[in-house]
């Protein structure tokens, strides 16, 4: 399942959360911060409410774990509130939500938590990290296009993208992290030597983390492992039908809207979806968007427009 997973991310072109995640799982086992015989189980089911522990195990299995028992109560009773606790990492979320989304439910996945240890963004306004990336993601019903998605850090930048960027010996897209000094960077290396990534949006994706890091562990309770989650599940169906539910996400809007230059630019003859060369137009379909250039995770569409996403994202930190 953990393979399986990674390597899905890769082929989506989210790199940061594919295979180049295995030496960080095998160190946490070696090191003990995640056991490899811990799998997850319910430990609770009250009413509306699931909680998930992941017995100090790898996230991926426990989070598919809540994704399924969350939809199948929400099937029920039109709602579920999940919480997923004493987990490692949970991988790319979107690949969870988009699989809810196919079945007809809306998911919202929010959390955080354990700063002692993931110290990586500095509030607004300040220069020493303190916060983690503090991922949302939020799954909706689509149309024959697919599902919405959004799946993202409250930081300009996620960690796993640093690490990659490291890898790869490349540049950070500019404006994303700080030096220990507080002075802008492009360098991976002066993040890891005490800098940190900025928040997005300012004071925004800042208010948003503290949202995250209050439901983690105020509302969770005390982070064991990596990180506290909290997952809402609706039943779609039981608000709207199928056929109104996908006549509002049919947003007719978006596949007319022209592409900014510089987008144009990377894109170009990459976009399986670009045409009318040389008119200044193209036409625009919201599945350009699976692949967060600078944000958590992207969209989890196997195969479906995923080769040349991967060199969309890579164009952002190739030096």
Known sequence: MIAEHLADSDLCGVESHGVMRILQYARQFEDGYMTAKGAPYISDEDGSFITVDGRSGHGIPAMKLAYDAGCTLAAKIGISATSIVNVGHTGRHGAFADNAAEKGFV???????????????????????????????????????GPFVMDFATSLIAGGWIYAAQAAGANLPPGCIIDKYGNPSIRPEDYFEGGAILPAAGQKG????????LIAEALLGPVKTEGNWLLL??????????KGLQARTLV???????IAARHRALIGSMS?????AGSGRSQWNYRHT?????????????MRNCKWLGRLNRSFIRK
């Open 233 to 242: 599940v609706i039943d779609a169906k039981k608000m709207r039908t199928a």
């Open 290 to 302: 699976r692949g967060n250039m600078a944000g958590h995770s992207g969209f989890a569409r196997p």
């Open 252 to 258: 007719k809007s978006w596949q007319t809207c022209e």
């Open 272 to 276: 399986p979806a670009s045409g009318n």
């Open 206 to 213: 800042y208010a948003l983390a503290l949202a995250a890091e």
């Open 107 to 145: 998911s919202i996945l929010i959390g955080g938590g354990n700063r002692q240890v993931w110290r990586q963004v500095a509030p607004h306004g300040g220069i020493d990290a303190k916060l983690p990336t503090n991922p949302y993601c939020i799954g909706f019903p689509g149309d024959d296009n």
